[in-house]
């Protein structure tokens, strides 16, 4: 893998900001030439540091929706136990992310809920019967700070 210098890193933070940044904008953001900047670009996608483009598409419900912080705690820490649980996690709709921990809990989740009672029936429908858990940790949050697609102040960028 190619060692990032700092144009690297300020073309990354540009990107984050805004993806659909023209390449011709990107170059004067950076202080390079269109063609040299394309290159450097290139570079970044063919090294595999950037992986894609996306559109991060946020419905209205789920705008209005609260997002929930599940810590899940397993019975084992096998690989059988890990796959079983993994496999059913992905069935449910709801878990928009799921991370695998080191630490006092085995996975992180993030659910989304229209209300807090639609969070009651998914913890009833769907979190309390995936299999080997022992213990499940709920945080509700109070709003969203970064996240992916949310503008960043022009002064996180430099």
């Known amino acids: ?25 990107l170059a004067a953001e950076v202080g390079l030439s269109p063609s040299a ?30 997002v929930v912080i599940v810590q899940i705690t397993l019975e084992r820490q096998t690989d059988e136990y890990f796959r079983r649980f993994e496999s059913a996690v992905r069935r449910c709709p709801e ?24 969070y009651e029936r998914i913890f009833q429908d769907s979190l309390s019967r995936l299999p080997g858990v022992v213990r ?13 697609g949310m503008a960043m102040a022009d002064d996180a960028v430099g």
Do not use: W
Not at 2 to 16: G, N, P, Q, S
Not at 38 to 61: K, P, Q
Not at 97 to 118: H, I, K, N, P, T
């Open 95 to 118: 878990v928009r992310e799921c991370y695998l921990l080191s630490g006092s809990s085995d996975y992180f989740l993030r659910v989304v809920a229209q209300d807090g009672a639609d």
């Open 136 to 148: 499940i940790q709920t945080s509700f949050t109070i709003r969203s700070v970064i996240r992916p």
């Open 37 to 66: 900047c394309l290159r450097r670009l290139h570079m970044l996608e063919h090294s595999g540091v950037i992986r894609g483009y996306t559109a991060i598409v946020e419905t209205m419900d789920e705008d209005k929706s609260v």
């Open 1 to 25: 893998m190619h060692t990032l210098d700092a144009l690297d890193h300020k073309i990354l933070r540009l990107l984050r900001k805004d993806g659909r940044m023209s390449n011709a904008k």
